[in-house]
């Protein structure tokens, strides 16, 4: 066998986007917290736009994630849409009483605000 170079794995080093990394995964977990807790209401048929919205807005705040630790092009266009399908959750929720709606509300319009902040100013590497 021929001399073969061996690689190694080396993870990003931590740099300046890991913040934001952190608040979207933290929407995400209480948007999918969310989807679960209304599955358990009473009444889960008006849960049902409730529920839809949180589904999405994870899979669109785990996606930005990606984005973001992979330095995409696309982010900036992404953190666009990840912007509007967080506040399209924190609206629907603000209209549910439960304690896991306001929670989640909270955290859709935290992230909304941290998409619109670094919204095509995110210094990559």
Do not use: W
């Not at 306001?102 to 619109?116: G, L, P, T, V």
């Amino acid at each position: 066998m021929k001399d073969q170079k061996k690689t190694t794995f080396r993870p990003h080093a931590a740099h300046s986007n890991d913040p934001m990394v952190r608040e979207l995964l933290d929407c995400a977990i209480a948007c999918e917290t969310c989807a679960t807790a209304c599955l358990q209401e009473r009444d889960v048929n008006i849960m049902t736009r409730c529920i839809e919205l949180n589904r999405e807005c994870a899979e669109i705040c785990i996606q930005a994630a990606r984005l973001l630790q992979r330095d995409s092009e696309l982010l900036p266009s992404f953190l666009g849409i990840c912007e509007e399908a967080c506040r399209m959750c924190a609206d629907e929720c603000r209209k549910h009483d439960y304690e896991h709606c306001k929670q989640c509300a909270d955290a859709c319009e935290h992230c909304a605000e941290a998409c619109h902040e670094h919204d095509g100013s995110i210094e990559l590497k």
